[in-house]
C-alpha cells in the first residue's frame, strides 16, 4: 500500500490496530501485538496514544511482545529498544505492566537460548501475534535478522551486520559504541504472525524495497520471506516506493 506521506499510511495502521483491540475486548479477549522499535513506526505509537486519550481505546486487553533488542543492552540505556517502547507508547496508555513482554538485553550469555525458547513459548501461550508491524534495514533484515536468516530461524542471539552498525552509529556516537549482537524473533517466528504490517518511509528504504517485493525469495535479503506470508503488507509512502 502506497500512501501519499507516512502519516497517512501510521494514521491508517494504527486505524486497524484500534479496531482489533476494540474488537477482541468486545469478546472479553486479549489483542496480541508484535511491536518494533525504530523511526518508522514512531507515528503509529503516537496515534496509538491519541486514540487512548481522544477516543477512550483501552490497552487493558492488549499483550505486546517485541521484535529485537541490542545485546548487552541496559533497559534504561538512551538507545534501548525497552526504552523506546516505554517512552513512545508503554508509559502512555492502560497496558498492564504483566501483559508487555521485551527481550532482555541484561541477561547472562548463557542463559539466552533458554530464555529465547521460553520468549516463544510465551507467545504461544498468549495465542500467538494478532499483528506484527516490522521495519526494515538497508540489508533486508527483519527484527535482527540479518542476511543469511533462513524461514526456520527462531528467536535467538545475532551477530550484526556491519551495515547495520553503521546505520545505528548516531544513536550511539559513533559505530565503536554500537554493540555487536543482538536478541530477535526469528523470521519463522515472525512469519507464524497472523497478519504482518511492514512500515517503510523516505527514499533510504526504496532499493532495499524494490528487492523485498521483486526481488527472488532468498535468505540473503531475509524480508523476501514476507512473500510467502499470506497476509503480509508492505507500507509505504511514495519515496519509499519509488523504484517499485
Ligand atoms: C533496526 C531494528 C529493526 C528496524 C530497523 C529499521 O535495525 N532492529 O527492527 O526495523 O532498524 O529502523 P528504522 O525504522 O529506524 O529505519
Redesign the pocket.
Known sequence: RVYPESTDASAAIAREIADLIRARAADSRVAVLGL??????VNVYAELVRLHRDEQLSFANVVTFN??EYYPMAPDCLQSHARFMHEHLFDHVDIRPENIHLPDGTQPVESISDNCRDYERQMADAGGVDIQL????RTG????NEPGSGTESRTRMITLDGM?RI??ASHFFGVENVPRR?I?MGVGTILQARKIFL?AFGEG?SSIIARTIEGELAPTVPATSLQEHPDAELILDHAAAAKL
Open positions: 518494533v522499535a525504530g523511526s518508522s513506526p521484535l529485537d516490522l521495519g526494515i534495514g533484515h527483519i527484527g535482527f547495520t546505520d545505528s543482538a530477535t512500515l528504504k
